[in-house]
């Protein structure tokens, strides 16, 4: 979809109201342009907005009023022309402290008239502040009033659900792109994403993730961006950490959906597989007074079969008694039963007290930092010289497996394709001393890492 084809919501109102503070509020840390508008000297702003999952465009129109002469109203009118003359809703901010005041009127008779749908906003509404101006407000004709704070976010998350209702043909959810699904048109296929990291917090019925999902984001001074968890059926919370944005699959939300249908067990394996297709890393939480459970190696199995980074959290660290011989009795499970996976990275910590919670995500960016690695086709040929040297190719049917070279194909997770005369043929555990040799040399623990088999001629 093009910017030209999304919804569009203008912010209107006089000045100060808290337009601008809205504006930044729904838009978030999403790349907010500035466009000129032809007809007005002043740039407007605009910027991209996602709400229960739907791309919306914001119009500010805050500022453009200093453009024209003329009474304040006049000046409103005349910026805000043609801005609500697009738009599929208006957003008509109020000051509830202030009250309504006779430009409030005035401005409010002009929008009924312009046949757009409006919505009231009693903005500066924190706590119980405004709610005779949000009363008063009835009288303006424009509906019930909404009363939110923009600058403390309350009441967000509420107008992001009345402003999806509100929009035409609002389809219900739409979905992720799975990271490693074919790309749209004009997208380079290998590049980087620019987007945040896409992290899925994942594991058994009281492994403690929605504890580590409040411990996260309590660290976390404000939550920003509209799907900073404001949004009532939300499936993704953004967080920062130093490298910039963490998006976070919400599988809390997941996990109410699923529990509609289906017994606990059950329920944690499917969110969890819906979950880790979204996301790039994925975080298993165990409860490490429990040790690994065979549910645990099974959700693991799934990670590594999609193609995603697993990072190992060792939760309920507090409540452990023998540390050490914790660690090693789940360190050791785990290298024996994910062989295909080893060094899968592992944080242990108490998401309850916080102790030990500030290392996961330096682990993830890691984790990740590992699952985009790529190997140039010399350094790779060189090593796989030697590899060939040091345990010829086997036979198959009485005949020597020619291989000939090998190149990296792509990352997320990295696959390689290795070519040679009937290469398809073979032996799974030649194939596993390669990629064991391939971690090993080029530093990729606990990824997967595919290699792709052509046979020539
Ligand atoms: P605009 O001119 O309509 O764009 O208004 P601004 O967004 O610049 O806000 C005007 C003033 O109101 C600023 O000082 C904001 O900090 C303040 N403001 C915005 N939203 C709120 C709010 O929810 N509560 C309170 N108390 N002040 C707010
Ligand atoms: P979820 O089902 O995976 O979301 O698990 P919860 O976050 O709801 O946690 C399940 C239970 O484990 C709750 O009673 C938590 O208080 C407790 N819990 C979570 N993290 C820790 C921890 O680090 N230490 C201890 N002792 N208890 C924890």
Not at 113 to 132: F, H, S, W, Y
Not at 147 to 163: F, K, V
Not at 195 to 224: D, F, Q, W, Y
Not at 232 to 260: F, Q
């Given at each position: ?287 490490a ?24 959290a060792l939760n309920?660290w507090?409540?452990v008694?023998?540390r050490?011989?914790t660690r090693?009795?789940i ?15 592992v944080v242990t910590f108490s998401?309850?007290?916080?102790a030990g919670?500030?290392r ?98």
């Amino acid at each position: 979809m093009t910017s030209e084809n999304l919804p569009i919501v203008v912010i209107a109102g006089r000045p100060n109201v808290g337009k601008s503070t809205l504006f930044n509020r729904l838009v978030g840390r999403r790349q907010a342009l500035v466009s000129d508008q032809p007809g007005v000297t002043r740039d407007r702003k605009e910027g991209e907005a996602l709400m229960r999952g739907r791309r919306i465009r914001i119009i500010d129109t805050a500022g453009l009023e200093e453009a024209a002469p003329d009474t304040l109203f006049g000046r409103m009118r005349a910026s805000s022309e043609s801005a609500v003359s697009m738009a599929d809703l208006v957003l008509f901010c109020i000051d509830a402290r202030a009250g309504i005041t006779p430009t409030d009127a005035h401005f409010a008779n002009w929008l009924r008239r312009q046949n757009r749908p409006v919505m009231l906003i009693a903005n500066k509404a924190e706590g119980k502040a405004g709610t005779d101006a949000a009363l008063e407000a009835y009288s303006l004709g424009l509906g019930t009033p909404l009363a939110l704070s923009a600058e403390h976010g309350e009441g967000i998350s509420d107008l992001m659900g009345e402003i999806v209702d509100r929009l035409p043909h609002a389809p219900r959810e739409v979905r992720h792109r799975r990271r490693d699904e074919k790309p749209e048109e004009g997208e380079e296929q290998e590049e980087r994403p620019a987007g945040p990291l896409h992290l899925a917090i994942v594991g058994r019925p009281n492994a403690g993730k929605s504890t580590l999902l409040n411990c996260l984001l309590g660290e976390e001074r404000m939550i920003t961006g509209p799907e900073a968890g404001l949004t009532r059926d939300s499936i993704s919370v953004d967080l920062h950490d130093e490298h910039g944005p963490i998006r976070l699959v919400d599988t809390a939300g997941m996990r109410k959906r699923a529990r509609v249908e289906q017994h606990l067990e059950r329920m944690s394996v499917s969110a969890s597989i819906e979950a880790l297709k979204m996301a790039e890393v994925v975080v298993l939480t165990i409860d490490a007074t429990l040790g690994v459970h065979e549910q645990d190696l099974q959700i693991a199995r799934l990670i590594e079969k999609e193609g995603r980074a697993c990072v190992l959290a060792l939760n309920k660290w507090d409540a452990v008694e023998d540390r050490v011989a914790t660690r090693k009795a789940i360190s050791d499970r785990i290298e024996t039963s994910l062989a295909q996976v080893r060094g899968i990275p592992v944080v242990t910590f108490s998401a309850l007290t916080g102790a030990g919670v500030h290392r996961l995500l330096p682990a993830v960016r890691k984790a990740y930092e590992v699952w985009n690695s790529r190997v140039t086709t010399g350094e790779l040929n060189r090593w796989f010289e030697e590899m060939l040297d040091r345990h010829q190719p086997p036979l198959v049917d009485g005949r020597r497996l020619k291989l000939r070279y090998m190149t990296q194909v792509k990352a997320r997770p990295p696959t390689f394709l290795l070519f040679g005369t009937r290469a398809e043929m073979l032996p799974d555990a030649y194939k596993r001393y390669l990629v064991n040799g391939l971690r090993e040399t080029f530093h990729m623990p606990g990824v997967p890492i595919r290699i792709q088999l052509r046979g020539t001629k």
